[in-house]
């Protein structure tokens, strides 16, 4: 018994490494679920696009009130916008997003699948020689990596429009200033860097979700395992794979 209940946590593993591997590998094989892909893309948007706009904008104060304490106590406030993007591009616009999409798209993901799992609809469709992770995780997968990337295009803008109005308007930066400090130290690079990391996170988090979704077992009662554990192991995977991709950005772009 001992060495059964080791082993679990590697066979997990194991098992969402395999699930992972067949979904890139359907990815590129007819026949492809566009109209599910685009339903599911519209569903992710829909319940994400307003948590997300309403969380970025308290991040971004929080960053931009701070870094400009510190600014004015050394005389430097006018470099103001230069933090401001730094924080907005590589890590409040990617981080926000997949926080909201984990927590909110990931979880109704994950729920969906486990739902029909526990209806037996993964076997039915098994049954009719269709394959559940061609017909299910891989548009789920896209549509979560594709929304991902959306938003962190449009939290960024929204961090960066908040920040230099509270900025200004708050905290008296000359508005010439904030502009001009946007792009000393954020180009073309950091951008690219921030939308990777963005779609690494939604890839990451649908990934998660789907396989705990179609590994759900002990009925209705697991189903809400199964959604609190999307939610757990979606933000620990995530702050690693923020961690890794930040250092290799830096390295990167230096």
Known sequence: MRVATAATPFTGVGKFFAMALDTFVF??????????????AWFVARVSLVPTLMLSIPFTVLTVFTLNILLVEFGAADYSGTGTALGAVTQIGPLVTVLVVA???????????????????LDALRVLGINPIQALVV???LAATFVALLLSGLVTIVGLTGGF??????????????????????????????????ALFGLAASLIACYKGISVDGGPAGVGNAVNETVVYSF???????????AVG?????
Do not use: Y
Request: net charge positive; hydrophobic share 55%.
């Open 236 to 246: 620990v995977a995530l702050f690693v794979i923020n961690v890794i991709s930040t």
């Open 103 to 121: 927590g909110a798209g990931a979880t109704s993901m994950c729920a969906d699948l486990g739902a029909r799992t526990i209806r037996e609809e």
């Open 27 to 40: 990815m590129f094989k007819p026949p492809f679920a566009l109209r599910e892909m685009l339903e599911q």
């Open 165 to 198: 109005a509270f900025s200004v308007f708050v905290q008296h930066v000359t508005p010439g200033s904030f502009v001009a400090g946007l792009t000393l130290l954020v180009g073309a690079p950091e951008v690219v860097i921030c939308l990777i990391k963005a």
């Open 139 to 141: 548009p789920r997968v």
């Open 250 to 254: 830096v390295k990167a772009t230096m």
